[in-house]
């Protein structure tokens, strides 16, 4: 079936470590996002990608990096410099052309010890 | 930067009644679409609403739209247990635009 699988599900960090978050879709969607949910609270955007080998800043893009090296691939790396990085990750693919409409993964949850 | 803000932010409702969120906004937009999310999972899109229609319909499910006043709402009807979870406003301003959430309504349905 077609869809969105990130990986880990779970993922415990020690401060001062980086941590790579896995997206990957097999929707041959051209847009890919990262968002970030904290408890109780709404999605904020962390970076997205409209087309390989390129991609953007959203509203919280400090102390994140991604990369775009493939169409079915976009990993989120959690730096040591995020001061704040538990959190819900959710990353979510476009392919519909001029709607914006988003299909998410499931999901991964950060803490960090 | 949140474009939505929803209201109620927790609402609690007994089964076969009806449920309504409300969105407000604060840019032009393209879209605006709802989506659901069961506790500790990904967001599923429910309904798309696009900025020339002011009302659509989807099974148990009725968006209005307001331009004028910058909002939306999401109405349930004759609502189960299952409809329990959060439920998001996003709007798309078109093109290359990012896709904005607002801040979500958690809704609980008492069997």
């Known amino acids: 079936d077609g869809g969105i699988t990130q990986s880990p599900k779970y993922l415990f960090r020690k401060e001062g470590q980086n941590v790579t978050l896995s997206c990957e879709q097999n929707?041959?969607?051209?847009?890919m996002y990262w968002y970030r949910q904290d408890p109780g609270q709404g999605l904020r955007l962390i970076y997205y990608?409209?087309?390989?080998?390129?991609?953007q800043k959203g509203d919280i893009a400090e102390g994140y990096s991604v990369s775009r090296e493939k169409k079915e691939s976009f990993p989120l790396t959690v730096t040591s410099a995020q001061k704040n990085p538990t959190a819900f990750y959710l990353c979510?693919?476009?392919?519909?052309?001029?709607?914006?409409?988003?299909?998410f993964g499931e999901g991964s949850r950060l803490t960090v010890l | 930067s949140q474009q939505g803000e929803e209201d109620p932010q927790a609402l609690s409702i007994q089964e076969g009644e009806n449920a309504t969120m409300n969105c407000s906004y604060k840019?032009?937009?393209?879209?605006l679409q709802w989506y659901r999310q069961n506790s500790g999972r990904g967001l599923v899109h429910l309904i798309l609403?696009?900025?020339?229609?002011r009302e659509k319909h989807s099974g148990r499910l009725r968006v209005t739209l307001d331009t004028s006043k910058k909002s939306s709402s999401l109405l349930i009807t004759a609502s189960r247990a299952a409809d329990t979870a959060s439920y998001f406003c996003?709007?798309?301003?078109?093109?290359?635009?990012?896709?904005?959430f607002g801040t979500g309504t958690k809704l609980q349905v008492i069997p």
């Open positions: 979510a693919s476009s392919g519909r052309a001029g709607t914006g409409e988003l299909f």
């Open positions: 929707l041959n969607h051209d847009a």
């Open positions: 990608s409209q087309i390989v080998n390129d991609f």
């Open positions: 840019t032009s937009i393209n879209n």
């Open positions: 609403i696009r900025s020339n229609e």
């Open positions: 996003a709007t798309y301003s078109g093109g290359y635009q990012k896709v904005t």
